[in-house]
């Protein structure tokens, strides 16, 4: 019951999987949650230490339950990674009601409402919010009015609450990834008419590095954000995109 325990919104595929499954490997027991239940369930065969709650969280409701059920399962709570997010491109009138409400539910407002659920328990640990945004929150991107509204959104929320609980020992910083090698990456090539690997070689092809960023990559960077070493760190929105927002 002393392990830390991080909740990871998100957990059903790419980032949020490698963050479940690397927090696990360092000893944190996980709230894994995912809206896909055969992917989320399959998590537990990864680590004894992944407990999963399945979901939509794109309600205020929703948040409160899997909050609830994370600390009736674990007891606690140290870390809350907000990384479950939606994109759709779309210019603003390409952007009908439904990608616009469905994007900011999930992306912005889901963000807040664990933020706010979480933190009378982590005033208890002294923990951490580490929020998944973008570059694409830190910059405008093409096609993206409504993922870049939210994302600059949940940069801008991260700093504010930084500042409101920092004198609690509550730490929150944002994660900025450029192009990540999951299906968000391969489902927006396909939008866009290209195939996996044409997706993947275009964003390579844009990045100073050559390269996209690995899900492992982004998962060592919350791992880190999250330890005492990055006591200091707090308030940040720390890209990780091989230098594309230099
Ligand atoms: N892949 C990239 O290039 C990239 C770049 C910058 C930022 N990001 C951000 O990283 C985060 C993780 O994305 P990813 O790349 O792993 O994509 P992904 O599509 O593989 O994962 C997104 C996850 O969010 C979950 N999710 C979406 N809507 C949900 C809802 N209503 N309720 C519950 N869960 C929901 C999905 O089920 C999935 O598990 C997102 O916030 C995304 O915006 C990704």
Redesign the pocket.
């Known amino acids: 019951m002393n392990k830390k325990v991080a909740l990871v919104?998100?957990?059903?595929?790419?980032?949020?999987t490698a963050v479940a499954c690397t927090l696990a490997d360092h000893g944190y027991r996980i709230m894994a949650a995912?809206?896909?239940a055969g992917r989320t369930e399959e998590l537990r065969e990864y680590s004894p230490n992944i407990e999963t709650w399945i979901g939509?969280?794109?309600s205020a409701e929703a948040c409160t339950e899997l909050t609830g059920h994370c600390i009736q399962k674990l007891g606690r709570l140290d870390l809350l990674v907000n990384?479950?997010?939606?994109?759709f491109p779309a210019n603003a009138e390409n952007t009908n009601d439904e990608i616009w409400t469905s994007t900011i539910a999930?992306?912005l407002s889901a963000v807040f409402y664990l933020s706010r659920e979480a933190i009378p328990h982590l005033r208890e640990t002294r923990g951490v919010i580490l929020n998944?945004a973008?570059?694409w929150g830190l910059a405008g991107g093409k096609d993206a009015v409504a993922y870049c509204a939210s994302k600059g959104g949940v940069v801008m929320m991260t700093k504010a609450m930084a500042l409101d609980h920092a004198h609690e020992g509550i730490r929150i910083n944002a994660v900025c990834?450029?192009?990540?090698e999951?299906?968000?990456?391969y489902e927006e090539g396909v939008a866009r008419g290209l195939d996996a690997d044409e997706a993947l070689r275009q964003a390579a092809e844009m990045s100073p590095t050559g390269r996209v960023t690995s899900?492992s990559e982004v998962a060592a960077l919350v791992l880190y954000l999250a330890s005492d070493a990055a006591a200091q760190i707090n308030g940040a929105a720390i890209p990780i995109d091989g230098g594309n927002t230099a």
């Open positions: 919104s998100g957990a059903s595929s790419g980032i949020g995912g809206r896909d939509d969280i794109g990384n479950a997010g939606i994109y999930v992306n998944i973008s570059d990834p450029g192009d990540v999951t299906p968000m990456l899900a």
